[in-house]
Protein backbone atom coordinates (compact mmCIF):
# COMPACT_ATOMS: atom_id res chain seq x y z
CA UNK A 1 0.00 0.00 0.00
CA UNK A 2 2.58 2.20 0.84
CA UNK A 3 4.58 1.48 -2.48
CA UNK A 4 1.21 2.04 -4.32
CA UNK A 5 0.51 5.70 -2.11
CA UNK A 6 4.35 6.83 -3.59
CA UNK A 7 3.76 6.34 -6.94
CA UNK A 8 0.61 8.02 -7.13
CA UNK A 9 2.35 11.35 -5.19
CA UNK A 10 4.75 11.04 -7.65
CA UNK A 11 2.55 10.54 -10.83
CA UNK A 12 2.23 13.40 -13.46
CA UNK A 13 -1.76 13.88 -12.85
CA UNK A 14 -0.97 14.45 -9.05
CA UNK A 15 1.93 17.05 -9.95
CA UNK A 16 0.32 18.68 -12.53
CA UNK A 17 -3.24 18.96 -10.03
CA UNK A 18 -1.79 19.56 -7.24
CA UNK A 19 0.37 22.78 -8.94
CA UNK A 20 -3.37 23.84 -9.71
CA UNK A 21 -4.41 23.97 -6.52
CA UNK A 22 -1.39 25.88 -4.97
CA UNK A 23 -1.74 28.22 -7.13
CA UNK A 24 -5.40 28.75 -7.16
CA UNK A 25 -6.83 27.89 -3.67
CA UNK A 26 -4.65 30.44 -1.85
CA UNK A 27 -5.62 32.84 -3.95
CA UNK A 28 -9.32 31.86 -3.91
CA UNK A 29 -9.41 31.56 -0.47
CA UNK A 30 -8.15 34.77 0.50
CA UNK A 31 -10.65 35.96 -1.47
CA UNK A 32 -13.35 34.11 0.31
CA UNK A 33 -11.89 35.01 3.53
CA UNK A 34 -11.69 38.39 2.75
CA UNK A 35 -15.92 38.54 1.58
CA UNK A 36 -16.69 36.64 4.64
CA UNK A 37 -14.50 38.79 6.72
CA UNK A 38 -16.48 41.96 5.54
CA UNK A 39 -20.19 40.14 5.92
CA UNK A 40 -19.03 40.05 9.22
CA UNK A 41 -17.99 43.81 9.74
CA UNK A 42 -21.30 44.97 8.07
CA UNK A 43 -23.32 42.34 10.56
CA UNK A 44 -21.47 43.88 13.31
CA UNK A 45 -22.23 47.66 12.35
CA UNK A 46 -25.56 46.64 11.46
CA UNK A 47 -25.98 44.75 14.86
CA UNK A 48 -24.03 47.90 16.57
CA UNK A 49 -26.69 50.29 15.08
CA UNK A 50 -29.60 48.50 15.78
CA UNK A 51 -28.48 47.50 19.25
CA UNK A 52 -27.61 51.89 20.12
CA UNK A 53 -31.32 52.35 18.62
CA UNK A 54 -32.99 49.95 20.74
CA UNK A 55 -31.07 51.08 23.53
CA UNK A 56 -32.22 54.19 23.17
CA UNK A 57 -35.99 53.24 22.60
CA UNK A 58 -35.65 51.08 25.41
CA UNK A 59 -34.23 53.99 27.47
CA UNK A 60 -37.72 56.02 26.87
CA UNK A 61 -39.90 52.76 27.68
CA UNK A 62 -37.78 52.73 30.59
CA UNK A 63 -37.82 56.54 31.06
CA UNK A 64 -42.12 56.53 31.12
CA UNK A 65 -42.40 53.23 33.42
CA UNK A 66 -39.79 55.29 35.41
CA UNK A 67 -42.29 58.28 35.39
CA UNK A 68 -45.69 55.81 36.06
CA UNK A 69 -43.91 54.16 39.32
CA UNK A 70 -43.13 57.41 40.65
CA UNK A 71 -47.17 59.01 40.44
CA UNK A 72 -48.05 55.18 41.86
CA UNK A 73 -45.77 55.22 44.36
CA UNK A 74 -46.79 58.96 45.26
CA UNK A 75 -50.43 58.49 44.47
CA UNK A 76 -50.41 55.69 47.31
CA UNK A 77 -48.39 57.54 49.59
CA UNK A 78 -50.53 60.84 49.27
CA UNK A 79 -53.70 59.51 48.72
CA UNK A 80 -55.49 59.37 52.22
CA UNK A 81 -58.71 58.63 50.83
CA UNK A 82 -57.62 55.22 49.62
CA UNK A 83 -58.30 53.67 53.53
CA UNK A 84 -61.82 54.55 52.86
CA UNK A 85 -61.89 52.05 49.66
CA UNK A 86 -60.16 49.46 52.23
CA UNK A 87 -63.52 49.12 54.34
CA UNK A 88 -66.76 47.89 53.91
CA UNK A 89 -69.49 50.37 52.30
CA UNK A 90 -72.07 49.67 55.01
CA UNK A 91 -69.92 51.92 57.61
CA UNK A 92 -70.22 55.08 55.27
CA UNK A 93 -72.10 54.41 52.13
CA UNK A 94 -72.06 58.05 50.63
CA UNK A 95 -68.57 58.69 51.74
CA UNK A 96 -67.28 55.49 49.91
CA UNK A 97 -68.78 56.32 47.20
CA UNK A 98 -67.83 59.92 46.90
CA UNK A 99 -64.14 58.74 47.46
CA UNK A 100 -64.46 56.20 44.62
CA UNK A 101 -65.64 59.22 42.56
CA UNK A 102 -62.67 61.15 43.53
CA UNK A 103 -60.19 58.84 43.17
CA UNK A 104 -61.54 57.57 39.54
CA UNK A 105 -61.74 61.28 38.47
CA UNK A 106 -58.05 61.81 40.10
CA UNK A 107 -56.30 59.10 38.13
CA UNK A 108 -58.17 59.70 34.71
CA UNK A 109 -57.09 63.19 35.08
CA UNK A 110 -53.81 62.27 35.83
CA UNK A 111 -53.18 59.40 33.35
CA UNK A 112 -53.59 61.94 30.17
CA UNK A 113 -50.11 63.02 31.33
CA UNK A 114 -48.45 59.66 30.50
CA UNK A 115 -47.56 58.98 27.47
CA UNK A 116 -48.33 55.11 26.71
CA UNK A 117 -50.31 54.37 29.68
CA UNK A 118 -53.82 52.59 29.34
CA UNK A 119 -54.85 52.40 32.45
CA UNK A 120 -54.96 52.85 36.30
CA UNK A 121 -56.92 50.41 38.62
CA UNK A 122 -56.88 50.33 42.21
CA UNK A 123 -58.16 47.00 43.69
CA UNK A 124 -59.64 46.32 46.71
CA UNK A 125 -59.55 42.41 48.27
CA UNK A 126 -61.76 43.12 51.44
CA UNK A 127 -64.57 44.17 49.26
CA UNK A 128 -63.69 42.38 45.77
CA UNK A 129 -64.65 45.90 43.75
CA UNK A 130 -61.93 47.04 41.20
CA UNK A 131 -61.56 50.88 40.38
CA UNK A 132 -60.93 51.39 36.81
CA UNK A 133 -59.50 54.07 35.42
CA UNK A 134 -58.82 54.13 31.48
CA UNK A 135 -56.89 56.64 29.94
CA UNK A 136 -59.80 58.11 27.59
CA UNK A 137 -57.50 58.20 24.46
CA UNK A 138 -56.79 54.27 24.68
CA UNK A 139 -57.24 52.43 21.94
CA UNK A 140 -58.42 49.56 24.52
CA UNK A 141 -61.43 51.76 26.31
CA UNK A 142 -63.95 49.90 24.30
CA UNK A 143 -62.40 46.50 25.95
CA UNK A 144 -62.12 47.61 29.47
CA UNK A 145 -64.75 45.02 30.87
CA UNK A 146 -62.58 41.93 29.48
CA UNK A 147 -59.56 43.79 30.80
CA UNK A 148 -61.16 44.93 34.73
CA UNK A 149 -62.49 40.80 34.33
CA UNK A 150 -58.32 39.37 33.76
CA UNK A 151 -57.14 41.97 36.30
CA UNK A 152 -60.14 40.76 39.18
CA UNK A 153 -58.93 36.94 38.28
CA UNK A 154 -55.49 37.76 38.65
CA UNK A 155 -55.88 40.04 42.23
CA UNK A 156 -58.36 36.77 43.38
CA UNK A 157 -55.84 34.30 42.42
CA UNK A 158 -53.46 34.10 46.01
CA UNK A 159 -51.02 31.53 44.57
CA UNK A 160 -50.17 34.17 41.53
CA UNK A 161 -50.49 37.06 43.69
CA UNK A 162 -47.82 35.47 46.49
CA UNK A 163 -45.29 35.09 43.48
CA UNK A 164 -45.97 38.31 42.08
CA UNK A 165 -43.45 40.76 41.60
CA UNK A 166 -44.19 44.04 43.19
CA UNK A 167 -41.02 45.53 42.01
CA UNK A 168 -41.02 44.44 38.06
CA UNK A 169 -43.12 45.31 35.38
CA UNK A 170 -44.46 41.77 33.98
CA UNK A 171 -46.27 40.71 30.52
CA UNK A 172 -50.30 40.42 31.39
CA UNK A 173 -52.54 38.85 28.68
CA UNK A 174 -55.82 39.61 27.77
CA UNK A 175 -57.87 37.99 24.79
CA UNK A 176 -54.28 37.68 22.97
CA UNK A 177 -53.51 41.27 23.71
CA UNK A 178 -50.07 42.29 25.68
CA UNK A 179 -49.97 44.58 28.62
CA UNK A 180 -47.53 45.51 30.57
CA UNK A 181 -48.88 45.42 34.04
CA UNK A 182 -47.19 46.91 37.48
CA UNK A 183 -48.70 46.25 40.76
CA UNK A 184 -47.77 47.50 44.17
CA UNK A 185 -49.19 46.74 47.26
CA UNK A 186 -50.54 49.72 49.70
CA UNK A 187 -51.51 48.29 52.74
CA UNK A 188 -54.62 45.37 51.68
CA UNK A 189 -55.27 47.37 48.64
CA UNK A 190 -53.84 46.97 45.30
CA UNK A 191 -52.59 49.79 42.54
CA UNK A 192 -51.15 49.29 39.42
CA UNK A 193 -51.55 50.31 35.78
CA UNK A 194 -51.54 48.68 32.43
CA UNK A 195 -49.60 49.82 29.47
CA UNK A 196 -50.45 48.28 25.90
CA UNK A 197 -47.52 46.37 24.42
CA UNK A 198 -48.91 48.05 21.03
CA UNK A 199 -48.50 51.49 22.16
CA UNK A 200 -45.19 50.91 23.56
CA UNK A 201 -43.64 49.77 20.31
CA UNK A 202 -45.29 52.75 17.83
CA UNK A 203 -42.00 54.77 17.79
CA UNK A 204 -40.60 52.00 17.01
CA UNK A 205 -42.09 51.13 13.53
CA UNK A 206 -39.90 54.09 11.71
CA UNK A 207 -37.31 51.78 11.93
CA UNK A 208 -36.33 50.07 8.02
CA UNK A 209 -36.15 46.73 8.98
CA UNK A 210 -37.19 45.58 5.57
CA UNK A 211 -40.57 43.49 4.53
CA UNK A 212 -39.88 40.95 6.75
CA UNK A 213 -38.15 42.79 9.77
CA UNK A 214 -39.77 43.42 12.73
CA UNK A 215 -39.68 44.94 16.48
CA UNK A 216 -41.30 43.59 19.36
CA UNK A 217 -41.36 42.91 22.75
CA UNK A 218 -40.62 39.46 24.18
CA UNK A 219 -41.65 38.06 27.72
CA UNK A 220 -39.12 36.94 30.19
CA UNK A 221 -38.69 33.81 28.41
CA UNK A 222 -38.35 35.39 24.93
CA UNK A 223 -41.33 34.30 24.03
CA UNK A 224 -42.94 37.33 21.30
CA UNK A 225 -45.78 39.41 22.70
CA UNK A 226 -46.84 39.86 18.82
CA UNK A 227 -46.40 38.42 15.74
CA UNK A 228 -46.03 34.83 16.90
CA UNK A 229 -46.98 33.08 13.93
CA UNK A 230 -44.02 34.77 11.91
CA UNK A 231 -41.53 33.67 14.22
CA UNK A 232 -42.92 29.80 14.80
CA UNK A 233 -43.40 29.81 10.86
CA UNK A 234 -39.45 30.73 10.15
CA UNK A 235 -38.39 28.74 13.23
CA UNK A 236 -36.62 32.08 14.23
CA UNK A 237 -34.91 32.02 18.03
CA UNK A 238 -35.39 34.78 19.91
CA UNK A 239 -33.02 34.15 22.78
CA UNK A 240 -31.03 37.59 22.20
CA UNK A 241 -28.17 38.78 23.92
CA UNK A 242 -27.32 42.73 24.73
CA UNK A 243 -23.68 42.37 23.80
CA UNK A 244 -23.93 40.54 20.31
CA UNK A 245 -26.37 39.45 17.60
CA UNK A 246 -27.59 36.11 16.72
CA UNK A 247 -28.33 34.28 13.41
CA UNK A 248 -31.30 31.99 13.11
CA UNK A 249 -34.06 30.85 11.50
CA UNK A 250 -34.49 28.64 8.52
CA UNK A 251 -30.59 28.56 6.69
CA UNK A 252 -29.86 31.36 9.12
CA UNK A 253 -31.43 34.24 7.31
CA UNK A 254 -32.51 36.58 10.40
CA UNK A 255 -30.04 38.67 12.70
CA UNK A 256 -31.62 39.18 16.13
CA UNK A 257 -30.21 41.88 18.44
CA UNK A 258 -32.54 42.79 21.88
CA UNK A 259 -31.97 44.88 24.92
CA UNK A 260 -33.55 44.09 27.98
CA UNK A 261 -35.79 46.49 30.26
CA UNK A 262 -34.37 47.83 33.46
CA UNK A 263 -37.60 48.01 34.70
CA UNK A 264 -39.39 44.84 34.20
CA UNK A 265 -38.90 41.56 32.60
CA UNK A 266 -39.47 41.89 29.41
CA UNK A 267 -37.25 42.79 26.66
CA UNK A 268 -37.25 44.84 23.14
CA UNK A 269 -35.99 43.14 19.68
CA UNK A 270 -35.66 43.45 16.65
CA UNK A 271 -35.16 40.90 13.99
CA UNK A 272 -33.44 41.69 10.74
CA UNK A 273 -33.21 39.54 7.32
CA UNK A 274 -29.94 38.86 6.62
CA UNK A 275 -30.56 39.37 2.91
CA UNK A 276 -30.96 42.97 3.39
CA UNK A 277 -27.69 43.48 5.42
CA UNK A 278 -25.94 41.99 2.52
CA UNK A 279 -27.59 44.63 -0.02
CA UNK A 280 -26.00 47.10 1.79
CA UNK A 281 -22.47 45.79 0.95
CA UNK A 282 -20.52 47.41 -1.47
CA UNK A 283 -20.54 46.55 -5.36
CA UNK A 284 -16.46 46.00 -4.47
CA UNK A 285 -17.66 42.67 -2.53
CA UNK A 286 -19.93 41.70 -4.65
CA UNK A 287 -17.16 41.43 -7.51
CA UNK A 288 -14.88 39.58 -4.90
CA UNK A 289 -17.37 36.75 -4.55
CA UNK A 290 -17.79 36.64 -8.42
CA UNK A 291 -13.95 37.13 -9.03
CA UNK A 292 -13.85 33.95 -6.30
CA UNK A 293 -16.58 32.20 -8.00
CA UNK A 294 -14.73 32.42 -11.66
CA UNK A 295 -11.29 31.10 -10.19
CA UNK A 296 -13.62 28.13 -9.43
CA UNK A 297 -15.43 27.72 -13.15
CA UNK A 298 -11.50 28.52 -14.30
CA UNK A 299 -9.77 26.01 -12.20
CA UNK A 300 -12.18 23.25 -12.94
CA UNK A 301 -11.94 24.00 -17.14
CA UNK A 302 -7.99 24.18 -16.91
CA UNK A 303 -8.16 20.32 -15.38
CA UNK A 304 -10.86 19.15 -18.03
CA UNK A 305 -8.41 20.87 -20.09
CA UNK A 306 -5.42 19.05 -18.48
CA UNK A 307 -7.15 16.00 -18.68
CA UNK A 308 -7.81 15.96 -22.21
CA UNK A 309 -5.06 17.37 -23.86
CA UNK A 310 -2.40 15.83 -21.27
CA UNK A 311 -3.31 13.36 -18.57
CA UNK A 312 -5.76 10.99 -20.89
CA UNK A 313 -3.64 10.30 -23.71
CA UNK A 314 -0.51 9.77 -20.88
CA UNK A 315 -2.97 7.67 -18.88
CA UNK A 316 -3.82 5.34 -22.36
CA UNK A 317 -0.33 5.10 -22.66
CA UNK A 318 0.56 3.77 -18.75
CA UNK A 319 -1.97 1.39 -19.07
CA UNK A 320 -0.81 -0.29 -21.94
CA UNK A 321 2.70 -0.30 -20.41
CA UNK A 322 1.15 -1.80 -17.40
CA UNK A 323 -0.27 -4.57 -19.27
CA UNK A 324 3.03 -5.27 -21.27
CA UNK A 325 4.67 -5.62 -18.02
CA UNK A 326 2.13 -8.03 -16.55
CA UNK A 327 3.02 -9.78 -19.56
CA UNK A 328 -0.20 -9.05 -22.06
CA UNK A 329 2.09 -8.37 -24.83
CA UNK A 330 -1.23 -8.05 -27.24
CA UNK A 331 -2.04 -4.78 -25.36
CA UNK A 332 -1.58 -1.86 -27.58
CA UNK A 333 -2.56 2.17 -27.59
CA UNK A 334 -5.88 2.79 -28.97
CA UNK A 335 -5.61 4.90 -31.69
CA UNK A 336 -7.70 8.50 -30.53
CA UNK A 337 -7.05 11.84 -31.79
CA UNK A 338 -4.94 13.63 -29.80
CA UNK A 339 -1.53 16.20 -29.93
CA UNK A 340 0.82 15.28 -32.84
CA UNK A 341 3.41 14.95 -30.32
CA UNK A 342 1.23 11.69 -28.41
CA UNK A 343 -0.05 10.33 -31.74
CA UNK A 344 4.15 9.76 -32.90
CA UNK A 345 4.37 8.52 -29.41
CA UNK A 346 1.64 5.70 -29.63
CA UNK A 347 2.59 4.82 -32.69
CA UNK A 348 6.21 4.65 -31.72
CA UNK A 349 5.63 2.44 -29.10
CA UNK A 350 2.75 0.67 -30.48
CA UNK A 351 5.46 -0.30 -33.36
CA UNK A 352 8.31 -1.26 -30.39
CA UNK A 353 5.77 -3.22 -28.70
CA UNK A 354 5.11 -5.73 -31.44
CA UNK A 355 8.73 -6.03 -32.63
CA UNK A 356 9.46 -7.01 -28.97
CA UNK A 357 6.49 -9.55 -28.96
CA UNK A 358 7.64 -10.95 -31.91
CA UNK A 359 11.30 -11.05 -30.47
CA UNK A 360 9.80 -12.82 -27.68
CA UNK A 361 7.90 -15.24 -29.53
CA UNK A 362 11.14 -16.22 -31.62
CA UNK A 363 12.99 -16.53 -27.80
CA UNK A 364 10.54 -18.59 -26.37
CA UNK A 365 10.58 -21.05 -29.59
CA UNK A 366 14.27 -21.05 -29.24
CA UNK A 367 14.19 -22.03 -25.67
CA UNK A 368 11.61 -24.61 -26.37
CA UNK A 369 13.82 -25.98 -28.83
CA UNK A 370 16.78 -25.95 -26.38
CA UNK A 371 14.81 -27.61 -23.52
CA UNK A 372 13.68 -30.48 -25.95
CA UNK A 373 17.11 -30.98 -26.64
CA UNK A 374 18.65 -30.75 -23.07
CA UNK A 375 15.34 -33.54 -22.46
CA UNK A 376 16.83 -35.40 -25.18
CA UNK A 377 20.39 -35.64 -24.08
CA UNK A 378 19.29 -36.43 -20.67
CA UNK A 379 17.44 -39.25 -21.24
CA UNK A 380 20.36 -40.52 -23.40
CA UNK A 381 22.56 -40.40 -20.60
CA UNK A 382 19.98 -43.16 -18.22
CA UNK A 383 20.36 -45.79 -21.10
CA UNK A 384 23.64 -47.59 -20.95
CA UNK A 385 23.22 -47.56 -16.66
CA UNK A 386 23.11 -51.62 -16.43
CA UNK A 387 23.41 -52.81 -20.37
CA UNK A 388 26.97 -54.14 -19.77
CA UNK A 389 25.47 -56.05 -16.56
CA UNK A 390 22.40 -57.56 -17.95
CA UNK A 391 24.28 -59.18 -21.01
CA UNK A 392 27.05 -60.26 -17.98
CA UNK A 393 23.83 -62.08 -16.49
CA UNK A 394 23.12 -63.83 -19.85
CA UNK A 395 26.45 -64.88 -20.46
CA UNK A 396 26.54 -66.50 -16.79
CA UNK A 397 23.16 -68.04 -17.23
CA UNK A 398 24.15 -69.35 -20.50
CA UNK A 399 26.67 -70.96 -19.15
CA UNK A 400 24.34 -73.02 -16.57
CA UNK A 401 22.12 -73.54 -19.65
CA UNK A 402 19.22 -71.90 -17.44
CA UNK A 403 17.44 -71.43 -20.58
CA UNK A 404 13.75 -70.51 -19.21
CA UNK A 405 15.54 -67.76 -17.07
CA UNK A 406 17.25 -66.41 -20.09
CA UNK A 407 14.22 -66.61 -21.95
CA UNK A 408 12.32 -64.51 -18.87
CA UNK A 409 15.33 -62.17 -19.02
CA UNK A 410 15.43 -61.56 -22.31
CA UNK A 411 11.75 -60.91 -22.62
CA UNK A 412 12.28 -58.45 -19.72
CA UNK A 413 15.18 -56.47 -21.86
CA UNK A 414 13.25 -56.33 -24.86
CA UNK A 415 10.69 -54.64 -23.19
CA UNK A 416 13.10 -52.52 -21.52
CA UNK A 417 14.65 -51.24 -24.23
CA UNK A 418 11.46 -50.91 -26.60
CA UNK A 419 10.74 -48.39 -23.88
CA UNK A 420 14.35 -46.82 -23.92
CA UNK A 421 14.19 -46.67 -27.38
CA UNK A 422 11.28 -44.57 -27.67
CA UNK A 423 11.30 -42.43 -24.08
CA UNK A 424 13.05 -39.21 -25.85
CA UNK A 425 8.91 -38.04 -25.39
CA UNK A 426 8.56 -35.43 -23.39
CA UNK A 427 5.57 -37.73 -20.99
CA UNK A 428 4.35 -40.89 -20.78
CA UNK A 429 1.43 -42.75 -19.23
CA UNK A 430 2.02 -43.79 -15.72
CA UNK A 431 1.22 -47.09 -16.50
CA UNK A 432 4.38 -47.52 -18.77
CA UNK A 433 6.45 -45.97 -16.96
CA UNK A 434 5.43 -48.27 -13.92
CA UNK A 435 5.81 -51.49 -16.22
CA UNK A 436 9.26 -50.37 -17.01
CA UNK A 437 10.16 -50.40 -14.01
CA UNK A 438 9.25 -53.33 -13.01
CA UNK A 439 10.88 -54.46 -16.29
CA UNK A 440 13.97 -53.02 -14.80
CA UNK A 441 13.58 -54.06 -10.96
CA UNK A 442 12.68 -57.75 -12.92
CA UNK A 443 15.87 -57.73 -14.29
CA UNK A 444 17.98 -56.65 -11.39
CA UNK A 445 16.18 -59.84 -9.38
CA UNK A 446 18.29 -61.99 -11.44
CA UNK A 447 21.35 -60.13 -10.54
CA UNK A 448 20.51 -59.92 -6.69
CA UNK A 449 18.58 -63.29 -6.36
CA UNK A 450 16.50 -63.84 -2.74
CA UNK A 451 18.28 -60.31 -2.29
CA UNK A 452 15.21 -57.97 -4.07
CA UNK A 453 11.40 -57.09 -3.51
CA UNK A 454 9.35 -54.52 -4.58
CA UNK A 455 5.67 -53.44 -4.32
CA UNK A 456 3.78 -50.96 -6.48
CA UNK A 457 0.20 -48.90 -4.97
CA UNK A 458 -1.68 -47.28 -7.12
CA UNK A 459 -5.60 -46.83 -8.25
CA UNK A 460 -6.63 -47.69 -11.58
CA UNK A 461 -7.97 -43.65 -12.08
CA UNK A 462 -4.17 -42.93 -12.19
CA UNK A 463 -2.96 -45.09 -14.71
CA UNK A 464 -3.64 -43.20 -17.45
CA UNK A 465 -2.11 -40.00 -16.25
CA UNK A 466 0.92 -38.68 -17.63
CA UNK A 467 4.78 -38.12 -16.25
CA UNK A 468 8.11 -37.47 -17.16
CA UNK A 469 9.76 -40.94 -18.27
CA UNK A 470 12.14 -42.59 -16.00
CA UNK A 471 10.89 -40.43 -13.21
CA UNK A 472 10.74 -43.73 -10.83
CA UNK A 473 13.04 -45.79 -12.71
CA UNK A 474 15.38 -43.46 -12.16
CA UNK A 475 15.02 -43.82 -8.60
CA UNK A 476 14.98 -47.20 -8.20
CA UNK A 477 18.15 -47.83 -10.44
CA UNK A 478 19.69 -45.58 -7.24
CA UNK A 479 18.34 -47.71 -4.66
CA UNK A 480 19.65 -51.13 -6.41
CA UNK A 481 23.29 -49.20 -6.76
CA UNK A 482 23.41 -47.79 -3.01
CA UNK A 483 20.74 -49.57 -0.62
CA UNK A 484 21.21 -53.40 -2.22
CA UNK A 485 22.97 -55.88 0.51
CA UNK A 486 23.32 -59.36 -0.22
CA UNK A 487 22.93 -60.01 3.40
CA UNK A 488 19.50 -59.50 3.91
CA UNK A 489 16.81 -58.45 1.74
CA UNK A 490 15.94 -55.05 0.13
CA UNK A 491 12.68 -53.53 -0.52
CA UNK A 492 11.55 -51.13 -2.68
CA UNK A 493 8.18 -49.60 -1.96
CA UNK A 494 6.05 -47.32 -4.35
CA UNK A 495 2.92 -45.58 -3.75
CA UNK A 496 1.00 -43.46 -6.05
CA UNK A 497 -2.11 -41.00 -5.14
CA UNK A 498 -3.92 -38.24 -5.47
CA UNK A 499 -2.65 -35.37 -3.44
CA UNK A 500 -5.78 -32.62 -1.94
CA UNK A 501 -3.47 -30.64 -0.05
CA UNK A 502 -2.74 -28.10 -2.38
CA UNK A 503 -5.58 -26.28 -4.52
CA UNK A 504 -5.16 -27.59 -7.47
CA UNK A 505 -4.96 -31.28 -8.11
CA UNK A 506 -1.28 -33.02 -7.53
CA UNK A 507 0.13 -36.52 -8.57
CA UNK A 508 1.97 -37.73 -5.56
CA UNK A 509 4.77 -40.27 -5.68
CA UNK A 510 6.86 -41.60 -2.76
CA UNK A 511 9.63 -44.20 -3.51
CA UNK A 512 11.20 -45.66 -0.29
CA UNK A 513 13.23 -48.32 0.34
CA UNK A 514 14.67 -50.79 3.24
CA UNK A 515 18.28 -49.63 3.30
CA UNK A 516 20.41 -47.65 5.31
CA UNK A 517 19.04 -44.72 3.73
CA UNK A 518 20.76 -41.13 2.81
CA UNK A 519 23.91 -39.81 5.34
CA UNK A 520 23.20 -37.12 6.88
CA UNK A 521 25.91 -34.81 4.35
CA UNK A 522 24.15 -36.06 1.56
CA UNK A 523 20.50 -35.64 2.72
CA UNK A 524 21.57 -31.83 3.56
CA UNK A 525 23.19 -31.04 0.39
CA UNK A 526 19.80 -32.57 -1.48
CA UNK A 527 17.20 -30.55 0.70
CA UNK A 528 19.70 -27.39 -0.21
CA UNK A 529 19.43 -28.59 -4.14
CA UNK A 530 23.30 -28.97 -4.29
CA UNK A 531 24.43 -30.71 -7.00
CA UNK A 532 25.98 -34.09 -6.49
CA UNK A 533 27.15 -35.52 -9.64
CA UNK A 534 30.58 -35.82 -10.10
CA UNK A 535 33.17 -37.36 -12.81
CA UNK A 536 32.51 -40.40 -12.01
CA UNK A 537 28.39 -39.85 -12.84
CA UNK A 538 27.56 -40.55 -8.79
CA UNK A 539 23.54 -39.52 -8.34
CA UNK A 540 23.69 -38.45 -11.78
CA UNK A 541 20.06 -39.70 -11.80
CA UNK A 542 18.77 -37.72 -8.93
CA UNK A 543 20.12 -34.54 -10.71
CA UNK A 544 18.10 -35.46 -14.06
CA UNK A 545 15.18 -35.88 -12.26
CA UNK A 546 15.22 -32.63 -10.36
CA UNK A 547 16.51 -30.93 -14.01
CA UNK A 548 13.56 -32.53 -15.62
CA UNK A 549 11.17 -32.01 -13.12
CA UNK A 550 11.70 -28.12 -13.10
CA UNK A 551 11.80 -27.66 -16.74
CA UNK A 552 8.71 -28.98 -17.47
CA UNK A 553 6.59 -27.88 -14.91
CA UNK A 554 8.80 -25.31 -13.10
CA UNK A 555 7.14 -24.20 -9.62
CA UNK A 556 4.47 -26.58 -9.49
CA UNK A 557 6.47 -29.75 -9.12
CA UNK A 558 8.75 -30.55 -6.21
CA UNK A 559 11.14 -33.27 -4.84
CA UNK A 560 11.73 -34.09 -1.01
CA UNK A 561 14.13 -36.41 -0.04
CA UNK A 562 14.26 -38.09 3.83
CA UNK A 563 15.20 -40.98 5.89
CA UNK A 564 12.55 -42.85 7.77
CA UNK A 565 13.98 -46.66 8.30
CA UNK A 566 15.31 -46.13 4.87
CA UNK A 567 15.20 -43.64 1.96
CA UNK A 568 12.54 -41.55 0.91
CA UNK A 569 11.47 -39.72 -1.94
CA UNK A 570 8.44 -37.91 -2.44
CA UNK A 571 7.94 -36.34 -5.92
CA UNK A 572 4.81 -34.09 -6.26
CA UNK A 573 3.77 -32.41 -9.93
CA UNK A 574 0.61 -31.57 -11.66
CA UNK A 575 -2.24 -34.38 -12.59
CA UNK A 576 -2.52 -34.04 -16.02
CA UNK A 577 -4.13 -36.47 -18.78
CA UNK A 578 -2.98 -34.15 -21.50
CA UNK A 579 0.56 -35.28 -22.98
CA UNK A 580 2.44 -32.53 -22.44
Given at each position: MKLINRSQFNSLRFKLISGLMLVMLPMVSFLIYSNQYSIDVVRNQVAQSNNNMLNLYMGLIDMTLGDIDNYLLKFAAEETGLYILDRPPE????????????LFTELKDNATYYQGLDYFFVYSPLNQNLLFAPKLTSS???????????????????QAMRNYRYDKWSVFHVNEQAYLLHTIKEGNLYIGAGVNA????????????????????????????????????????????????????????????????????????????????????????????????GSFVILLIALYFLRKVILLPINRIVVAMRKIKEGYFEARIPDKPASNEFELMNKTFNSMVSDIQQLKIDVYEEQLNNQKAELKQLQLQINPHFF?????????????KKYELIQELSHSLIRYFRF?????????????????????????????????THTVSVKDELLDCCIPPLIIQSFAENTIKYAINTDEPTHIDIKIWRSDVFPDDKLHIQIRDSGNGFSEEVLQQLQQEINLTNEEGEHIGIWNARRRLRLLYGDQASIAFSNDNGAVIDMIMPLSKEMR
Open positions: VDIDRYNLERIWVYSDNDFIKDAITNLMQDEEDVMGPLDLLDLGTEGRSLLVDGSNAPLQDEAFFNEHHIDLAYSSDSYLLTGIDKKYLVIGEKSSKGEFGLVAVVPDQNILEKLPYLQRIILFIATLNSLNVVYYLAQEMFRSNTVCVLLKDELSHTESYLNIQKFRFPDSL
